[in-house]
């Protein structure tokens, strides 16, 4: 059998890893098959592929690998190859004679038992159901090692909720849209699980539509019953290994269907599955909460633009999640494995916006010490997301235009022109036309950004997700710091839905969070949250905040001059009578 010896540069230990998968993941996250405790490697930070005759190793996310010193992403085993992640030193063993052959049904029932254990402590301490489900997905991707993975929950003919997970633990926007319908068919038609071990030269599945658009390798599903009643599926899949899943994959997905079973219709017996609501997994869209009328129309919107390359201008208020939309317009795009990359506008000095947007090389200017890729090199075949675009001096408007019209960047100090391919999405809180009306930004540039825009409204206009943001919330934060808080008292919610949220969602939840870790008790009052009266009563018209100052003041120089009429209308250059006026009011 293969293995992996691993040597520690700060110590003498040396440990064997067997290698007994298709699939082997390395890194420093507990859950990967080779766990290395090892701070300067990623948690997910390469993986070992076995195609049937040859072993490779891969870097995920641009992970360093050096093999003689030499930086590499991909690698063909041959026997003793040494290499570095990290701190750490490896050698490949093609057939070490120590280990046994039955090793890898041993270490797969040992984590099953693992995982199974785990699940047990997480029903006792997670309450919220959709919580449930992607720590249950989590656990079941990590053990079969998917790419990615989905629950279905049916009540009839209708989906009433949706969880979907990738690797990375990280929530997938939309998720109906990743899947096979054949696939799905099958399960629902057989009611039995199913493996596929390389859906596109599949003889049933392969000429099936779906499969062919979402280029399917492996695919692992099970049905989730009630008896004899379909209440809903489990779908993994990976895309870039055929023949991943075998029969220990089915035994370990079987075992986590059959629990996954019993959790649904316990949440169906205590109703925290509303049937009314067909369209109740768009409360959960990826990372973004919202139920509303308004922020459906955003999601919807998201599902329509994510698979182009359009440009996409974010607005709204500070506080209501304009990074999380363009994190879910790229994780549901074809780019959704390339590179991320966010630059906040308002953050860099503007002499040195030109370097971290395009570069540099070394000895450009005083501080240039090395070469510089830039943040657009960075993003190339991926997404940049300029946050605060409206901070952008006009100097360095007119390169990115240049950027966006030709797709060339030029680093400082460099006569070289070097081609991106990269998708733009940039986001602002401030009023872009105004901006260009006052001279402030250019509008070709507005035109360009501005191609498809999505507006999110603030919290105060979104009444039906503030009872759902606070409790996910509460949840999170009552998980994280080990209280005992379940909810929030009636007054509680009562005020929340009044107040204003200028902050909007970022206010919210600081303000969960606070009241959370200081509370003694088991739900959450008005007096924690620090919400006053006078907060509530939120912003006046300006034409009776005036009226009220005027008022005030008038009131205040009559004071100070005795009550002489005459006086104080010399001094504050007003007609008398407007003095007469104002007292008339205060008469009761």
């Known amino acids: ?38 701070i300067t490697m990623s948690p ?19 992970s360093q690998i050096y093999f003689n010193k030499k930086k590499t992403k991909k690698h063909k085993f041959s026997e003793y190859d040494k290499f570095i992640m990290g701190a750490t030193i490896f050698e490949f063993i093609l057939r070490d004679e120590e280990l046994v ?50 629950i279905l929950i049916f009540k009839g003919k209708d989906i009433v909720s949706a969880a979907a997970r990738n690797i990375k633990k990280e929530n997938i926007g939309n998720p109906l849209r990743e899947l096979s319908d054949s696939i799905i068919a099958k399960v629902i038609e057989s009611g039995k699980p199913i493996i596929i071990s390389d859906a596109l030269n599949d003889t049933i599945f392969g000429s099936s539509k779906s499969i062919i658009n979402l280029k399917l390798s492996s695919v692992l599903s099970a049905p989730l019953k009630s008896g004899s009643d379909l209440i809903g599926l489990i779908y993994l899949g990976n895309n870039s290994v055929t023949h991943l899943f075998e029969h220990e994959s089915l035994e370990a997905l079987t075992i986590f269907a059959a629990l996954t079973s019993l959790i649904v219709q316990n949440a169906f017996l205590l109703n925290q599955l509303d049937i009314k609501n067909d369209d109740k997994f768009k409360m959960k869209y990826g990372n973004i909460i919202g139920s509303s009328p308004k922020m459906k129309a955003v999601f919807d919107k998201i599902d329509k633009v994510a698979p182009t390359d359009i440009s996409v201008l974010i607005t709204g208020e500070t506080g209501t999640g304009k990074e999380l939309v ?64 409206g901070e952008m001096p006009l100097s360095l408007q007119a390169k990115l235009l240049r950027v966006l019209q030709e797709k060339i960047v030029t680093p400082v100090g460099d006569t070289i022109e070097h081609y991106v391919d990269v998708r733009v999405i940039a986001a602002t809180n401030k009023n872009l036309p105004e901006e260009v009306i006052k001279g402030r930004f250019r509008e070709d540039l507005l035109y360009r950004l501005n191609v498809i825009q999505i507006e999110i409204p603030p919290l105060s206009q979104r009444d039906d997700d503030i009872e759902i ?20 008292s009636p007054k509680a919610i009562e005020i929340m839905k009044k107040y204003s949220w200028f902050g909007n969602v970022r206010e919210l939840e600081n303000k969960v969070k606070k009241a959370v ?19 509530m009563e939120g912003i006046k018209p300006l034409s009776i905040a005036k009226q009220e100052f005027q008022k005030e003041y008038i009131m205040n120089a009559l004071n100070k001059n005795n009550g002489n009429k005459a006086k104080t209308a010399r001094e504050l250059e007003i007609d008398v009578r407007t003095i007469f006026r104002y007292l008339e009011k205060t008469m009761p």
Request: hydrophobic share 40%; with cysteine; net charge negative.
């Open 517 to 535: 870790v200081l509370s003694d008790k088991v739900h959450i009052t008005e007096e924690l949250l620090g919400i006053t009266d006078k907060a």
């Open 326 to 389: 363009a994190q879910e317009i790229h994780h549901n795009s074809d780019r959704s494995d390339k590179p991320f990359i966010i630059v906040n506008c308002a953050a860099i000095p503007e002499n040195l916006m030109e370097s971290e947007f395009f570069g540099h090389k070394k000895g450009s200017f005083t501080s240039a010490v090395s070469d510089s890729k830039g943040k657009f090199l960075s993003a190339n075949t991926g997404t940049i997301f300029l946050d605060e675009i």
């Open 1 to 38: 059998m293969p293995s992996l010896k691993v040597s520690f540069s700060n110590s003498d230990q040396t440990l064997i890893f067997p290698i007994f998968k298709k699939l082997t993941t390395i890194g420093n996250d507990i859950d990967n098959d080779i766990y290395i405790p090892d």
């Open 101 to 150: 052959e039955d090793y890898d049904k041993t270490v797969v029932d040992q984590n099953i038992y693992k995982k199974l254990l785990e699940l047990s402590d997480s029903i006792l301490e997670i309450k919220e159901f959709d919580m449930l489900l992607e720590k249950l997905l989590d656990m079941i991707i990590s053990l079969v090692q998917a790419e990615k993975g989905y």
């Open 44 to 62: 997910l930070h390469a993986n070992i592929l076995f195609d049937g005759d040859n072993y490779y190793l891969h870097s995920i996310n641009k």
């Open 469 to 488: 943001l606070a409790k996910y919330f509460l949840n999170k934060f009552s998980q994280k710091y080990k209280k005992k808080v379940v909810g929030f």
